[in-house]
């Protein structure tokens, strides 16, 4: 009987696992093998796939050491590390001090909570759009303010130096909603008693961040630091919409080669190739993450 009822109870959960497995299998797992196979060939995308009649061509590593040894590749990836190293820290300066500011009990608490979320719910396009308008050069309000004290404002998505910069501020805008409301949760699990120690002891505001929040917030921080690179290596739809990957190629990144080789030059072989590079620098960059947490990541609380 034991027997007999412990395998419905299988049933039961195969049942309610099999839709969502089902469609795991066919929408992530299967395109995910066929795209490492169409990777080995020169497949454009619009010739019938039969490999039995000669197309696509199996080529082997040809796309992958051709994209090595183009000068294309590592431009791109150095277009994306500059993204990220202007954008890492200050989303988290950023988050940090929204987290800050939200954790303590005023008025009004709630409206600024939804207000600090909006960004995050606003589609990237319509996003994209208000930041290209911002950053205007002839008639955008961010040039304008800086006229005020005397600054003459860069034409800043048309200017090579500063096309990623303008690009970093729409994805702070965006993301900070997000990973303060994740900081939030980690400084309202910290114990306040602390803090209540650590004024007694006369510790000041500065000493009380450093010395206690940051590092009983570092799960928390590691977590965001690895999601936030992980977007970074992905980052598309600002690009698209605001720069094009220009001016000059300056803001060209990963994925938005990836879409253009694959849907505007039709490489689509090459394309999939660049992708799998794509993982393979997110999982090296992940697993080097993973090693140093242990030198700065505190778990007891």
């Known amino acids: 009987m034991r027997a007999e009822r412990s395998g419905k109870k299988w049933l039961v959960i195969a049942g309610f696992l099999l839709p969502s497995c089902f469609g795991l299998v066919l929408f992530s797992v299967i395109p995910i093998i066929y795209s490492l196979v169409i990777s080995f060939t020169d497949w454009n995308g619009l010739n019938q796939w039969n490999p039995a009649a000669g197309t696509p061509n199996f080529i082997g590593a040809d796309n992958y050491a051709e994209i090595l040894r183009g000068e294309e590749f590592w431009r791109v990836f150095r277009n994306t590390a500059y993204y990220i190293v202007l954008y890492l820290p200050l989303m988290l300066v950023v988050s940090i001090g929204i987290a800050i500011l939200l954790n303590k009990s005023y008025r009004g ?3 600024y909570r939804v207000m600090y979320f909006i960004p995050v719910l606003t589609s990237w396009v319509a996003g994209a759009l208000i930041w290209r308008w911002l950053l205007s050069a002839n008639y955008g309000p961010v040039n304008q303010l800086l006229s005020f004290v005397g600054i003459e404002g860069p ?3 048309q200017d090579p130096h500063w096309a990623m910069p303008g690009i970093v501020l729409a994805s702070v805008w965006k993301d900070m909603g997000f990973f303060s409301l994740i900081l939030l949760g980690g ?3 910290i114990n306040p008693s602390y803090y209540e120690a650590a004024q007694i002891d006369g510790a ?10 940051l590092p009983l917030l570092s799960p928390i921080l590691f977590f965001v ?5 992980i977007n970074s290596f992905q980052l598309f739809p600002q690009v698209m919409i605001m720069t094009d990957a220009g001016p000059h190629g300056s803001t060209q990144v990963m994925v938005e080669r990836i879409y253009k080789l694959a849907f505007k030059y039709h490489k689509m072989g090459y394309a999939a190739a660049f992708s799998w590079l794509l993982f393979i620098i997110i999982f090296i960059f992940t697993m080097i993450q993973m090693r140093l947490q242990k030198k700065w990541v505190h778990y007891d609380g």
């Open 204 to 213: 000041g505001a500065a000493q009380r961040l450093l010395k206690i929040t």
């Open 109 to 111: 608490l709630s409206v």
């Open 225 to 229: 630091i690895i999601i936030s690179i």
């Open 187 to 189: 400084l309202q699990g």
């Open 155 to 157: 034409a800043w998505l």
